[in-house]
């Protein structure tokens, strides 16, 4: 499979950094996905709503980075190997990150819910691929997809019979998540119709750019001054013999042999009186 980009067949030889870091993630995980499947460690990591909704809350994220086995790996990633550069290269990294997030879980979400109480596990990443596909037809639904190399089929033409054959396959028994493949496909195409005419990821993003920068603002820290010293009571006695030294020394050496202090003394006595 390939597409046109108008000027030459792409086959998906450009891999963006989101892109790349999510296909080693994934191979790395297939690899630990082998040895804890050895130890029966695996199962808890798959999407089973039975176990979810008893403490397994991380199942709507983690069942996304396992397949069953190589070519089901193989096939989900090829799709992403594909498509996925365009739209990173198209909508920005952080962007392309999020929306495979949000369609994966948001699929994860969909199957627990549509096999509440189930202890039948689901893993895989195609939600997230048919959302990539979903997206890829929303921004070149025109531009020709080649089928095998060599038939041209218009985006929006093969995404929409995806989306025929999955929707009608819901209640199939073939053992594929057709219900996952058609949730992560409805839940991209929502994101994009909601983040696109309604510009809240633009909002949300001003929101968080201020908030973050309200976090970093230097914070002005008022420190109280320090309590004055509580004058201390004088003992009225310990005045008295004071003064009395005093005036004995002013009637014999005069008013300017006193101090700076026994002045300042003489003056807060003339005040009390």
Not at 50 to 62: A, D, E, N, S
Not at 142 to 163: F, N, T
Request: glycine share 8%; hydrophobic share 45%; net charge positive.
């Amino acid at each position: 499979m390939a597409y046109n980009d108008g000027n030459y067949i792409n086959f998906g030889f450009l891999i963006t950094p989101v892109v790349k870091k999510l296909l080693m993630i994934n191979l790395i995980a297939f690899v630990l996905q082998l040895g804890l499947k050895i130890i029966g460690l695996d199962y808890w990591l798959m999407l089973a709503p039975y176990y979810t909704i008893r403490g397994c809350f991380w199942q709507p994220l983690t069942y996304m980075f396992l397949h069953a086995d190589l070519s089901h790996l193989f096939f989900n990633m090829l799709g992403l190997f594909i498509f996925g550069p365009s739209l990173e290269e198209h909508r920005g990294s952080s962007w392309f990150l999020r929306y495979y997030l949000i369609s994966g879980v948001g699929a994860g979400l969909i199957i627990f819910l549509y096999h509440f109480g189930s202890q039948r596990p689901t893993l895989g990443a195609s939600g997230a691929i048919f959302a990539i596909l979903g997206a890829f037809a929303y921004y070149w639904p025109m531009r020709p997809i080649y089928l095998w190399g060599i038939l041209p089929v218009p985006a929006i033409i093969l995404v929409g019979i995806y989306a025929i054959i999955e929707i009608s396959s819901i209640n199939s028994l073939s053992g594929v998540s057709h219900i996952g493949h058609a949730g992560g496909l409805v839940i991209g195409l929502a994101y994009l119709f909601i983040t696109e005419n309604t510009n809240l990821e633009n909002r949300f993003s001003r929101a968080w750019f201020q908030w973050k920068k309200k976090q970093n603002r230097p914070k002005i820290r008022i420190v109280p001054s320090p309590p004055k010293p509580s004058p201390k009571h004088s003992d009225p006695q310990e005045d008295r013999r004071r003064m009395d030294k005093i005036l004995e020394k002013v009637a014999t050496h005069g008013m300017n042999s006193l101090t700076d202090k026994e002045r300042e003394f003489l003056d807060s006595i003339r005040h009390q009186l």
